[in-house]
């Protein structure tokens, strides 16, 4: 069993930046394809970014890609997600999510969910 939470969500304005934390519990979580969804008011839970368990690789919606960037810390047991240029359309619940059977950024199937963090982007 591995226990998620998530920190750093927030109200900012367009433009501005914020990083969100994802802490992970457990000793194997190097072992764990990490990612980061997000699911804005009434729109399904989608794809934002991905991070191997070396950390060496990344994957990110096109969305997002150029603006946020995933990072992990496998000594820290937390993986990161720093968030530039915020738009509106980023308004939503950021969730964390980790795959044991990932391949390298790419997760297939979500093990463990955190319960979110909102962050709030105003126009």
């Known amino acids: 069993q591995v226990q998620l939470v998530e920190s750093g969500g927030g109200l900012v304005q367009a433009g501005n930046s914020l990083r969100l934390s994802c802490a992970a519990s457990?000793?194997?979580?190097?072992?764990?394809?990490m990612g980061w969804f997000r699911q804005a008011p009434g729109k399904e839970r989608e794809f934002v970014a991905g991070?191997?368990?070396?950390?060496?690789?990344?994957y990110y919606a096109v969305s997002v890609k150029g603006r946020f960037s995933i990072s992990r810390d496998n000594a820290k047991n937390t993986v990161y997600l720093q968030m530039n240029s915020l738009k509106p359309e980023d308004t939503a619940v950021y969730y964390c999510?980790?795959?044991?059977?990932?391949?390298?950024?790419?997760?297939?199937?979500?093990?463990?969910w955190g319960k979110g963090t909102l962050v709030t982007v105003s126009s």
């Open positions: 991070i191997s368990r070396s950390g060496g690789s990344t």
């Open positions: 999510a980790a795959d044991y059977n990932g391949v390298a950024a790419r997760l297939l199937s979500v093990d463990y």
């Open positions: 457990g000793r194997t979580f190097s072992s764990y394809v």
